[in-house]
């Protein structure tokens, strides 16, 4: 870690502008710099200094120029150093918690996962110290700590409602905040996956972008002019009361035919459970489907359909350049990934450019990078609009 690294906060909004631009697009020149931001060349020198001064930016020599000729040059693009600090990222799941250290650029360069025996706050709090003293050895200190949690929170450090977890109003930040002594960003899990999606994966550099994440629930985040559009709202269940099938199943979580009823782990389980009287796995439903057994491939047909016609609602109303489709349930579109764009289709006018649909094949430690993200985000950067 560099001396300067200490004095990153805060940031100016323009420094935090030429930070973030870096940070998401680089290795940039100067010029390339003022054009993407509308700067004059002057103002991007000025706003560089204290950046490189203070070990956030590094000048690179350019691809096939040697270092030593270009010193200090101007035009030399600017980098930031990624391994200059490092972040940890939690994703907590109703029975474990999956933990991960990442460069300022996200990547993943330690993991460390625990089983979670009870959902007392006091004791998950404990055990995520535990975890980051873990995953903190024979390592620089780390710059923060950011937290994914299933439910709504609150100002960043709050979980006023978590379903899977049964907590409300927990001060999780607070709690780990006191046994770590890092500051802690805490967030729902979806928005955190949004946001590094945004920055460093399918959605970099689209303007109107979407993260639709199916699993043991149905998560849905919009981002519009490169942003993620937070919402009061939002995480409180829309996937209940969206009606995708009227006609649908009835399960203990969701409405008649709503997307969580037809689509989620949980309520895919139920409805075999509830017909045959087995409780199969979800990977062992899809291998049953696949191979023509009758209950399980009506059950996934039936979710297939749900999901080309989620899919096209949003693509009709939202008009994303692309939309990515994550989470654990995802090896529903290997079983039934035809169904799903038939679906789409008919769903669409005969005119409409092709979806952009895009699977992402992810575990609980993407999720876990995602909260990280938000670490980078919000106490390195200071950006106010995650």
């Known amino acids: 870690m560099t001396a300067g690294a200490a004095s990153w906060l805060p940031?100016?909004?323009?420094?935090?502008?030429?930070?973030?631009?870096?940070?998401?697009?680089?290795?940039?020149?100067?010029?390339?710099?003022?054009?993407?931001?509308?700067?004059?060349?002057?103002?991007?020198?000025?706003?560089?200094?204290?950046?490189?001064?203070?070990?956030?930016?590094?000048?690179?020599?350019?691809?096939?120029?040697?270092?030593?000729?270009?010193?200090?040059?101007?035009s030399q693009p600017l980098d930031v150093v990624a391994g200059s600090r490092s972040f940890l990222g939690f994703k907590i799941t109703e029975d474990m918690v999956y933990g991960v250290v990442t460069t300022l650029r996200s990547d993943i360069v330690a993991r460390h996962d625990r089983r979670l025996s009870t959902h007392d706050p006091a004791e998950v709090a404990a055990l995520l110290a535990e975890m980051t003293a873990e995953l903190s050895r024979d390592r620089p200190r780390p710059a923060g700590i950011g937290i994914g949690v299933g439910g709504h929170v609150q100002d960043r450090t709050v979980v006023d409602e978590s379903p899977f977890l049964r907590w409300r109003d927990v001060p999780l930040g607070d709690l780990v905040e006191e046994r770590t002594g890092l500051p802690v960003v805490v967030e729902n899990d979806v928005a955190a996956l949004v946001e590094a999606e945004t920055w460093f994966g399918a959605g970099r550099g689209l303007d109107r972008f979407v993260v639709l994440t199916i699993g043991a629930g149905l998560g849905y985040g919009l981002v519009l002019g490169g942003k993620r559009v937070p919402s009061a709202e939002e995480n409180r269940g829309l996937g209940r009361h969206w009606i995708v099938n009227p006609n649908g199943p009835l399960t203990p979580d969701g409405r008649r035919g709503s997307a969580v009823s037809l689509l989620t782990i949980p309520n895919i389980r139920y409805q075999i459970r509830a017909a045959t009287g087995r409780d199969p796995g979800y990977e062992e439903i899809l291998a049953l489907a696949a191979a023509g057994d009758p209950m399980p491939a009506r059950v996934i047909e039936e979710a297939a359909q749900a999901l080309g016609t989620l899919v096209a609602q949003i693509a009709n109303f939202v008009m994303p350049q692309k939309i990515l489709l994550a989470g654990e349930?995802?090896?529903?579109?290997?079983?039934?990934?035809?169904?799903?764009?038939?679906?789409?289709?008919?769903n669409r006018h005969p005119l409409a450019a092709p979806v952009d649909l895009e699977t992402k094949v992810s575990d609980f430690h993407d999720w876990a990078r995602g909260a990280a993200v938000l670490a980078i985000k919000v106490l390195v950067l200071g950006t106010a609009d995650a």
């Open 11 to 74: 940031l100016s909004p323009g420094e935090r502008s030429v930070a973030i631009e870096v940070l998401v697009h680089g290795p940039l020149s100067r010029t390339d710099l003022a054009r993407r931001l509308g700067l004059s060349a002057g103002s991007v020198t000025r706003l560089t200094k204290p950046l490189i001064e203070s070990g956030l930016l590094i000048e690179v020599p350019e691809a096939g120029t040697a270092a030593e000729a270009r010193q200090g040059r101007p």
């Open 329 to 346: 349930g995802v090896g529903l579109m290997d079983v039934a990934g035809k169904t799903v764009e038939e679906t789409i289709r008919v």
